[in-house]
């Protein structure tokens, strides 16, 4: 595995995250009395936090299919893998966020049903790895390649 790589995905995860934490932050309780400033500090760190996820699923998807860039091939056991991660991952943070009273949800988030556990977060963090890692750093590489040829 490429170590740039990993710090790429992650890079990527965290910028992707952010309008996502931003968008999604209403639902949680107490964050309507957050300044500007405490709103994006919040965000911010937690979307460095999600970026760390992204980093640690393309590092496992590196060491289960032996591949280091194993995203530049859309096969649906690496997008199985993706998701599961990322939905597995989601499940065991929101838990234990919620159980240590890191935070709590407002009325308005969604939640899965027979859980205490909301949808927002959990899509999330389906949806966002695969975009990063399918889409974006897969453009990247494509893009540095051209760029490497043209020197």
């Known amino acids: 595995m490429h170590k740039g790589d990993q710090m790429r995905a992650g890079m990527f995860g965290a910028a992707a995250n952010f309008p996502w934490e931003m968008a999604h932050s ?3 309780r107490g964050v309507a009395g957050f300044t500007w400033k405490q ?4 965000c911010g760190l937690a979307s460095l936090a999600d970026g760390a996820g992204v980093a640690v699923i393309f590092a496992v998807g590196s060491l289960a299919f032996r591949e280091p860039r194993w995203t530049r091939r859309r096969w ?27 935070w709590s949800y407002g009325p308005t988030m969604p939640r899965v049903p027979g859980t205490d556990l909301g949808i927002s977060p959990l899509v999330q963090f389906i949806v966002l790895p ?5 889409w974006a750093l897969p453009r990247w590489w494509k893009y540095r390649r051209r760029e490497n040829a043209d020197v």
């Open 26 to 28: 209403l639902l949680y």
């Open 39 to 42: 709103h994006l500090l919040c």
């Open 76 to 102: 649906p056991v690496r997008l199985g893998l993706t998701a599961l991660l990322g939905l597995t991952g989601a499940v065991v943070a929101e838990w234990l966020a919620l159980r240590l009273d890191w």
């Open 130 to 134: 695969l975009g990063v890692l399918f």
